[in-house]
């Protein structure tokens, strides 16, 4: 049975004052109190209200009144305010703020529900009808705000607003909003508005609009997507990217975009997204256009037709521990970021690769499964690589003869074995002829079984002894035969269909060690340097398989003269050709670090701490006793450090211990015979920093503002509106210098000499930004290059924080992707299509 709620509250009411022993009979001392669930009363949930002053009662005309920072509680309502009024007679409370000592008003009502919260100057609310009346309102509701003079709130939570204000910014005094003198909001479903116009700091402007909607509903949403319209010199007049989105559910969405141009170009993209909890997630993207550029009727015209497809699936660990399927697709067509890409690094690109794979783990043996498909693109070259399939099964290395009744471990017990069986099928082509017959009739497939053997010992305490053996056999489905032809004096190839198959084998041998030299010091600081130095002597044999006992080479006539030339029947095979020539070779390497130990001083003492002066100093080179000349390999040396924590160096070169002729010609003679180990052929060295200012020690806790669905989306899909502002400014800048020999020959009347010079590439570049203000940021990506005396790809922008909105300008100012452009908007994903662009593409300077 539902009883006034207003008369129970003034029965207890009542009941409390007769039992006070206050002066006053109609002043409660008691500053918080409960009424609470009764089998009389027509309440569902506890009623509970607070003062902090003081309540009291008016008998007489049946009303009580709540003073200084007063709460009144019931089931999902919620009301505060500096006082508050309830009418008991009339089922009615009321809410307003207090002024302060200034004169102020304060302690402002606020009314809040399941539907939103609502800050307001005056409230009335009736508990029966459940309706209320809110004066100077303002309340959110989803990423907007809505100002009201007047609103009204109906039994079916639906609020009508009279006189009222809709903006995305959270002042109280609003930079922009769409007024109307009338707005509808239904919570979590949509709002109307009336005719509406457009105010920017309180001004009107001549945007305006009959009526407005405004979605209201957590989460996605379906609705239109507005283009962006403005003019490109050559393509004159556009609507660019507006089309339809689906959102429904958590699980996928929908985003079909479209383009359309005055000289009658086009484009459409697709773009989707989907998830499913514990299971996977991905997105898809895949876009087409259709350029003319100038004039189609005239002959100098071209027409472009270009495609991309993006493709990122990843399957969750916990759907099948021990099955993964995962995509990663980038393919399309060459130009296709010429015309289409917005971002500087899409532009920069010029190599694609995807990857399909699917693995499974077979529980319980040392077997996996793998298979993948592969893509590989160069966009300067158009040369595609693609594997379709490429098939794997592997075994995890094993100890067969590992015996646990062993107390004491024998030396076969490490001997380990495993196994790797691959197969593949290859397309090597380019973009223009991927889907004739005469690519198709290329493919180049094998499979190859690889079956290693190795095992550690443990040779005088101090050096570590490992012994290889590898066997691998080959299966190619074709093979090729050579025949030469006296009339044409040609050598004709003939490809045979039948599978063939082709076994190798190689032993290695490695023994290392570790030396250390500490030198200790009486410093201050400085304690101790350590040198590890880490020798390496391998040796490794592999038999000559161009031998005739193996059948895997052959010999054809080359010329008339009867000169003849040896080929392999597998030569174009995907694994490659069995080692031609017996190979016997004794290699050295030669490892070293060094590091200091320093003292530091602590509140608590002295600790020690650990630095590295060098990451790594190393030397290889190799001797080949099996050839018949130049035994001697070149030598390689490389280094890597960081100096002063800041610069990362690495630098390689290569020397070769022989000689070269007038005509650049290596000769079998050392180097050693001009007094120097090598002659320098190659050196490369990269230096690189990235400086950071450091983050500032506020006492004060940090707050951070978590995106919504909405603008996560509109991140991924455009990548330069993210902005960091946790670090004040950043500069990374990277230099590489190229060394190498290089020989020209140079004709003088009918002379011909070769000049020998050296030939050096260099080039700096950086990019970096800077929090000018807690508003302005700039970025900048430059750099130069010495060769060509040419300032690399620039690139300038900067953003402005305006509050509830927001500019960004992007600048290239000279090259081929010179453009601009400035976009100032909303920030909220709510509105924002409200925005102001101008801009000039690269292709508009042609």
């Known amino acids: ?188 479903d949509k709002i109307v508005t009336g005719p509406a116009v457009l105010y920017i700091a309180d001004i009107p402007t001549p945007l305006a609009i009959p009526f407005g909607y405004f979605p209201n509903k957590k989460g996605r949403a379906s609705g239109i997507i507005i283009p962006t319209y403005g003019e490109s010199n050559n393509w004159g007049f556009f609507l660019r990217d507006g089309g339809f989105y689906y959102g429904k559910n958590e699980l996928f969405d929908l985003a079909l975009l479209g383009s359309i141009f005055a000289n009658g170009s086009y484009g459409g993209k697709i773009n989707s997204n989907y998830k499913k909890r514990y299971k996977y997630a991905g997105n898809l993207n895949m876009s087409y256009s259709h350029y003319i550029n100038g004039d189609r009727e005239l002959p100098n015209s071209t027409i472009s037709n270009e495609f991309f497809v993006r493709w990122n699936h990843q399957q969750d660990m916990k759907a099948h521990p021990s099955s993964r399927f995962s995509a990663n697709v980038n393919a399309g067509s060459n130009s296709f970021n010429r015309y289409n890409g917005g971002v500087t690094s899409d532009y920069l690109s010029n190599t694609f690769q995807s990857n399909i794979a699917y693995s499974k783990s077979f529980t319980g043996t040392p077997f996996n499964f793998s298979a993948n498909a592969r893509h590989n693109q160069n966009t300067i070259t158009r040369k595609m690589d693609i594997s379709l399939p490429e098939l794997a099964l592997t075994m995890n290395r094993i100890y067969p003869f590992k015996s646990s009744k062993n107390v004491k471990p024998k030396w076969y017990d490490k001997i380990g074995v495993s196994a790797n069986v691959n197969a593949r099928n290859d397309i090597n082509t380019y973009d223009s002829i991927l889907f004739t017959n005469q690519t198709m009739g290329k493919m180049k497939n094998g499979a190859r079984l690889n079956v290693p053997i190795s095992t550690s010992l443990n040779v005088l305490k101090h050096f570590t002894l490992t012994p290889t053996l590898n066997t691998s056999s080959t299966v190619y489905f074709q093979t090729i035969r050579k025949r030469y032809d006296s009339n044409v004096n040609t050598i004709f190839t003939d490809t045979l269909i039948g599978a063939q198959v082709a076994n190798e084998f190689n032993a290695n041998l490695g023994l290392t060690t570790r030396l250390y030299g500490d030198y200790f010091f009486k410093l201050k600081r400085l304690k101790q340097i350590r040198h590890v130095a880490t020798p390496t002597i391998s040796a490794s044999f592999r038999p000559d398989f161009s031998e005739s006992q193996y059948g895997y080479y052959q010999k054809v006539q080359s010329d008339t003269l009867g000169n003849y030339q040896q080929y392999s029947i597998f030569q174009n095979g995907i694994y490659g050709s069995p080692a031609a020539g017996q190979s016997g070779v004794i290699g050295f390497t030669l490892n070293n670090t060094l590091e200091a130990k320093k003292r530091i001083q602590t509140d608590s003492g002295s600790v020690s701490s650990k630095s590295s002066l060098i990451d790594n100093l190393g030397v290889s080179f190799f001797y080949n006793m099996a050839a018949k000349n130049y035994k001697w390999s070149t030598i390689n040396l490389n280094a890597r450090t960081k100096l002063f924590k800041m610069f990362d160096i690495n630098t390689t070169a290569i020397l070769d211990p022989y000689q070269i002729d007038s005509t650049g010609t290596r000769i079998e003679r050392f180097e050693w015979n001009n007094q120097r180990i090598g002659r320098l052929t190659n050196a490369n060295i990269s230096i690189s920093t990235s400086l950071r200012s450091k983050e500032k020690n506020n006492n004060q806790p940090k707050t951070s503002k978590l995106a919504t669905d909405d603008e996560l989306d509109y991140i991924n899909r455009n990548p330069n509106a993210y902005v960091d502002y946790s670090i004040p400014w950043s500069l990374n800048v990277y230099y590489n210098m190229n060394y190498s020999k290089q020989i020209k020959q140079v004709l003088v009347g009918t002379t011909t000499s070769f000049l020998i010079k050296d030939k050096y590439t260099q080039s700096v570049t950086f990019n970096g930004d800077v929090s000018i203000t807690k508003k302005w940021k700039l970025s900048v990506t430059s750099g130069y290059d010495f060769t060509t005396k040419e300032i690399t790809l620039t690139s300038i922008n900067v953003y402005r924080d305006l509050h509830c909105w927001e500019m960004h300008f992007n600048w290239v100012p000279f090259g081929f992707r010179q453009s601009f452009s400035i976009d100032i908007n909303v920030k909220s994903s709510v509105l924002r299509d409200l925005k102001l662009s101008r801009r000039k593409d690269w292709y508009d300077y042609q």
């Open 1 to 188: 049975m539902r009883l006034n709620f207003c008369k129970v509250l003034f029965f207890i009411s009542c009941l409390l004052i007769s039992l006070t022993s206050s002066a006053s009979p109609f002043l409660i001392q008691s500053t918080t109190d409960t009424i609470k669930k009764s089998t009389n009363a027509f309440l569902t949930e506890k009623v509970h209200y607070t003062a902090t002053d003081s309540m009291q009662v008016d008998m007489l005309n049946q009303k009580a009144y709540l003073f200084n920072n007063a709460e009144v509680i019931y089931e999902d309502m919620k009301m505060n305010a500096g006082y508050i009024e309830i009418d008991f007679k009339n089922n009615l409370v009321r809410a307003s703020g207090i002024k302060d000592s200034a004169g102020k008003m304060v302690q402002k009502p606020v009314f809040s529900n399941a539907d939103g919260k609502y800050d307001a100057g005056e409230i009335t609310y009736n508990f029966d009808t459940r309706k209320g009346k809110i004066k100077d309102v303002i309340t959110q509701q989803g990423e907007g705000f809505i100002h009201g003079r007047d609103i009204k709130k109906d039994s079916n939570n639906t609020y009508f607003v009279g006189h009222g204000k809709y903006t995305t910014c959270d002042l109280e005094h609003p930079h922009f909003y769409i007024g109307a003198k009338k707005i509808k909001v239904i919570p979590n």
